[in-house]
């Protein structure tokens, strides 16, 4: 985000709307696509979080920006969820070229891992109940810390622990049928 030079360098000037979507719009978008399952759903949480975003910038205390939006659009998520019980959730498809984000060019294996989170794993992510699926796509996927998770959740870091161990131990069965047997 851009600072005033001089002396007057710790007050904060807001990004404009295009610096924002710019910068952010692959991050969120893939994180809105790990959360909802479905392109269409993903891109309308993303359209959601930056007008959130846009609207709240004149009252956000300059911290982690990024933290700011995984919370945004999170919380939007968990919102829609509990307002319509159920979003669609179709499988990926062609969309997996645009869950990576530029960032993962430049780290290979985060690409290869995003752009190869299959239908099996995405079912399987899908399966779990909302706040599950949020904690371990912001822990596995995302790379966020559990103190991270828990501000962007607004839980205890007890509760990002519980729910991240039940969500693996959810996938893991879920995945089971995918095991490769190893002989000796």
């Known amino acids: 985000m851009t600072k005033t030079p001089g002396p007057e360098a710790s007050a904060w000037v807001p990004p404009t709307w295009d610096e924002i979507v710019r910068e952010h719009s692959a991050r969120v978008y893939r994180l809105a696509y790990r959360l909802t399952g479905d392109r269409q759903d993903a891109e309308d949480l993303t359209q959601e979080t930056f007008l959130r975003v846009f609207r709240s910038l004149s009252s956000y205390t300059p911290g982690t920006f990024e933290g700011w939006l995984h919370r945004i659009t999170t919380n ?3 919102d829609q969820v509990r307002r319509k019980k159920r979003i669609r959730f179709e499988a990926m498809g062609e969309d997996a ?3 990576a984000s530029d960032d993962d060019r430049s780290r290979p294996e985060r690409g290869f891992e995003h752009g190869n989170l299959d239908h099996d794993v995405q079912s399987a992510l899908d399966a779990l109940r909302p706040e599950y699926r949020a904690a371990v796509v912001l822990c596995d996927i995302e790379g966020l810390s559990y103190e ?13 622990r ?19 047997e190893v002989t000796r």
């Open 148 to 160: 991270e998770i828990a501000v962007t959740l607004g839980v205890k870091i007890g509760t990002v």
């Open 76 to 78: 939007l998520f968990l």
């Open 162 to 180: 519980s729910r991240i161990h039940r969500a693996r131990a959810q996938l893991r069965e879920a995945l089971e049928h995918r095991r490769v």
């Open 97 to 99: 070229s645009r869950v």
